[in-house]
């Protein structure tokens, strides 16, 4: 599946599932480095692959912005029956105060700030 076919994927459950498969799962077998392992953040690729994970996601969102900022569904983890939701909160582990999934969903907010 080219790149292109996901961005005519109209909601994100469906995106979110291939991207996850089809990229995200992929790469780090082709690349065989350490991206399968807790010490994966040693390796640079891991880095260079996930902001082109990132980039293609903003890139998917940018197609219908107003309809995609508040497109979020699926399982709220893997074997959940639990359904994710906007308001889910990620623990940010005394770094900074936890944040909501929604507060993350447009990077040209005040929060994140950039662009692609």
Same mark, same amino acid.
């Given at each position: 599946m080219a790149v292109e076919a996901?961005?005519?994927?109209?909601?994100?459950?469906?995106?979110?599932?291939?991207?996850? $498969? $089809?990229v995200h799962v992929?790469?780090?077998?082709?690349?065989?480095g350490d991206l399968f392992v807790y010490s994966g953040p040693?390796?640079?690729v891991f880095y260079l692959h996930h902001a082109q994970l990132?980039?293609?996601?903003w890139m998917w969102?940018?197609?219908?912005?107003?309809? $995609?900022?508040?497109d979020?569904?699926?399982?709220?983890l893997r074997n959940s029956t639990q359904r994710a939701s906007l308001n889910d909160i990620i623990p940010m582990g005394g770094l900074a105060p936890d944040i909501t999934i929604a507060d993350m969903m447009e990077t040209e907010s005040g929060l994140l700030c950039y662009r692609y």
């Open positions: 996901f961005f005519r994927m109209a909601d994100y459950e469906p995106f979110n599932l291939e991207m996850d $498969r $089809r992929l790469i780090s077998k082709i690349v065989r040693y390796d640079p990132d980039r293609i996601w969102q940018q197609a219908d912005l107003p309809y $995609r900022l508040t979020y569904a699926g399982r709220l």
